[in-house]
């Protein structure tokens, strides 16, 4: 995410900044399966504006994303059958920073570091004949598999088409590194797919596009994909691979006022399944869609901020998993 574009519209374009927490997809395995494909899916650098202008910026962003609600298919559950796993809550919490440097209009570079922290509630296996097992509880903050991005968009004179490539590192905690701290599962390692990392070397391609469709309306879509070219063994022996994802966000902004910006996104993510020993590939894939309403401000010279709110509208999720009632963003960029 970087600065509103200051340059005419014929002009805009760069993507500066990326949300780490858009390809923090929580997958499910095992002991406690997480939302396979509820993480948080909005375009930031949408959100801040495209920018071809060069030089440094600084980003922050925090995302929220509570999964308090078991859905299967398209529908909410009450329970799980028999001898499947009844989870509770999971509560997510990202906290991603961003360094970019664009050297001219058509290149930029950018690194993003994420710092997870999360809560993780399950009863463990459910048995409608007997009474409610006591809770099984985690929690871990620590840093996240960091990403490094470069992004082109020299295709056009008006430099409004880009291409993305990219790499995720495998620098967060990952596969039985983080253990349940209470209940009956405690000393026992969390799944990994709610550790802070994955384990795995991903490679991320994407591409964006937008264009001033009228004198005020600002049109944009991006996609995504990321896969795991590489996944690592942990201390166990185990192995873990995340499904493959794919991202694709549409919206319009309202340019009439620099300073204030409303902004309307469409976000939509398919989630392939887990695999691996460590991998529940049972309840690890899915589909949704998000309307993502929000606003860009300026709040002084260089320093913009955002906010938004993303609504599911629709979700096949296969298996039985957590899922948000909302998720919400904020963010701060700043141009140095």
Aim: hydrophobic share 40%.
């Amino acid at each position: 995410m970087l600065i509103p574009n200051a340059a005419p519209l014929a002009h805009r374009g760069r993507c500066l900044w990326l949300s780490g927490a858009t390809v923090a997809v929580l997958a499910a395995a095992q002991l406690a399966r997480a939302c396979a494909s509820c993480g948080c899916t909005l375009s930031a650098d949408a959100a801040m504006g495209y920018s071809s202008l060069p030089g440094w910026r600084l980003a922050l962003e925090y995302d929220y994303i509570h999964q308090d609600q078991l859905r299967s298919g398209t529908r909410a559950i009450a329970v799980v059958p028999a001898g499947n796993e009844l989870e509770r809550e999971t509560l997510n919490r990202y906290l991603t920073a961003g360094l970019s440097y664009s050297p001219s209009a058509s290149w930029n570079f950018a690194l993003f570091v994420p710092y997870v922290m999360r809560t993780h509630s399950t009863y463990g296996t459910y048995d409608p004949t007997a009474t409610l097992p006591q809770l099984s509880s985690s929690r871990s903050s620590s840093l996240g598999d960091v990403k490094l991005i470069g992004s082109y968009q020299g295709f056009l004179p008006t430099d409004n088409l880009g291409v993305q490539l990219g790499v995720k590192l495998p620098t967060g905690r990952y596969g039985t590194a983080v253990d349940f701290y209470a209940g009956p599962n405690a000393g026992l390692p969390l799944d990994a797919s709610l550790q802070p990392g994955t384990g795995s070397t991903d490679a991320i391609l994407g591409a964006y596009y937008y264009r001033a469709i009228s004198q005020d309306f600002d049109f944009f879509v991006n996609g995504q994909f990321q896969s795991a070219v590489r996944h690592h063994l942990d201390e166990s022996g185990g192995d873990f691979r995340p499904g493959n994802s794919t991202t694709v966000s549409l919206g319009l902004r309202y340019e009439s006022a620099p300073s204030w910006v409303p902004q309307l996104q469409v976000n939509l993510l398919h989630k392939s399944r887990d695999t691996g020993a460590l991998a529940d590939v049972q309840s690890t894939a899915g589909i949704v869609a998000y309307l993502s309403p929000g606003v860009t401000a300026r709040l002084v010279e260089r320093l913009h901020a955002f906010a938004f709110v993303q609504l599911p509208v629709y979700s096949n999720l296969y298996g039985y998993q957590l899922f948000p009632r909302y998720t919400a963003s904020v963010g701060l960029s700043y141009a140095l």
